[in-house]
């Protein structure tokens, strides 16, 4: 059926849209923190940078794929509660290996937070 097919076609137009758009979100997100490791300065390959959230009841909150449906001013409100560290530091983060000191990690970008 010509019909059905191209309904499906739509879809998967539909689907790498989406994924283009988020692909697109998680790279200007990653722009805004400065696109390298904030603790060792990594900056090889982007995969392998994560959002880390400085909030102690870090839930790992949503800048992963899903999150990155939202508004980019929703996106940009989050990241400022955030660091871009590599996979590296963030598990030594979150294995307490790392100890992050509050003032060497103050947010930049602060003024700008309700920014539209
Ligand atoms: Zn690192
Ligand atoms: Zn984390």
Redesign the pocket.
Known sequence: MPEKRKYKDRAEYLKKAVSKRRKALRRKALDYLGNKCKICGYAKYEGAL?F??LDKN?KGFGLSEKGMTRSWTRIKEELDKCILVCANC?RE??GDKLQLSKRKLRLKNKVNCREA
């Open positions: 994560d880390h959230h870090h963030h983060i979150h």
